[in-house]
Every structure is written in structure tokens, then in C-alpha cells.
């Protein structure tokens, strides 16, 4: 293989490696959005558990009070 045919298929795999790296990239940063997302809903499942276990704590405070 010619000087130059060596010399393009390396410009080639560099274009590939940075192709590859930028989605490896992108990648990362959804999973830490998701990652975030979750923790998220979780906050929001837990409060509302929390919510409903105040009111039903106040109905028995009211059946027996």
C-alpha cells in the first residue's frame, strides 16, 4: 500500500475513533440524565407515600379521638 493509501486509511480510523468517543459521549451524559430522572421520581413516589401515610394517620387520629 502507497505512502498515501496508509495516510488515508489512518485519517479514516481517526474519523471513526472520534465518531465513536462522541457517542460514548453522549451516551454517558443520558444515562446521567436518566440516572437523575429516577432519582427524581423516586423523591416524588416517596413523598407522595409519605402524603398519603399522613392522611391516613390523621383519619385514625380522628376515629379514635
Same mark, same amino acid.
Given at each position: 500500500?502507497? %505512502? +498515501?493509501?496508509?495516510?488515508? &486509511?489512518h485519517k479514516k480510523r481517526i474519523a471513526i475513533t472520534r465518531k465513536l468517543m462522541e457517542n460514548a459521549r453522549q451516551r454517558i451524559k443520558l444515562?446521567?440524565? %436518566? +440516572?437523575?430522572e429516577?432519582? &427524581?421520581?423516586?423523591?416524588?413516589?416517596r413523598m407522595r407515600?409519605?402524603?398519603l401515610e399522613?392522611?391516613?394517620?390523621k383519619q385514625q387520629e380522628k376515629e379514635l379521638g
Open positions: 500500500m502507497s %505512502l +498515501e493509501g496508509q495516510f488515508d &486509511n444515562s446521567l440524565e %436518566l +440516572e437523575k429516577l432519582e &427524581n421520581l423516586e423523591l416524588q413516589r407515600q409519605l402524603e399522613s392522611k391516613l394517620l
